[in-house]
């Protein structure tokens, strides 16, 4: 009898191989194996601040599949009831960009708390590098937010400058877009 699958909280498919959704737990190991996973890339306020279920990380290591936490510089001055309002750095979204646009790195799924923010903001950027329309990246980033929108994610989405993403030889195919890279 087949298993039944749970994807992760807030899962969907990006592209082809590029995935997104919520910190995994025990129940949703049975639909990343499916995946085929590569990379997972961890969005987190500070790095190693988010817990990630025992199972999953020994799933993560038995598939050798790279685990990339990437965190806000912890500044020490915010109060830890603000951390997960306060908006994201330019540099923790291009750090982030980096291992999305290595075709190296997957299939990839990238990850937060609860696969809404963070990963909502590094998704609209993303897609903005794929020349989308704002109105559409806004779309995209606010069905998965879940009616918990953030003005300051927005206007970072509008005001971020694809040019200061540099595109490696190996982009996936979906970024290969003529004049770019």
Known sequence: ID???????????VEEALYRGAI???????????????????LE???GTEDIDVSVMNFLEENEITLVRIGEDDSGSQLPSTKSTQPMSE????????????????????????GKHRTG????????LQRWSLTSCFEEYRR??????????EQF????DVDLVT?????PSFLRLPGRG
């Open 3 to 13: 298993a039944m699958l749970f994807p992760p909280m807030n899962f969907g498919a």
């Open 91 to 114: 540099e923790f979204v291009l750090q982030a960009m980096r291992e999305v646009v290595d075709a190296s790195n997957y299939p990839l799924m990238v990850v937060d708390l609860f």
């Open 24 to 42: 995994p737990t025990e129940i949703n190991v049975p639909f990343l194996e499916t995946l085929n996973l590569r990379t997972v890339v961890l």
């Open 121 to 128: 903001v590094l998704i609209a950027c993303l897609r903005k």
């Open 144 to 153: 998965y937010a879940s009616g918990k929108r953030r003005l300051q994610n």
């Open 167 to 171: 595109l490696p030889h190996q982009a």
């Open 45 to 47: 306020h500070v790095v």
């Open 157 to 160: 989405i509008e005001l971020f």
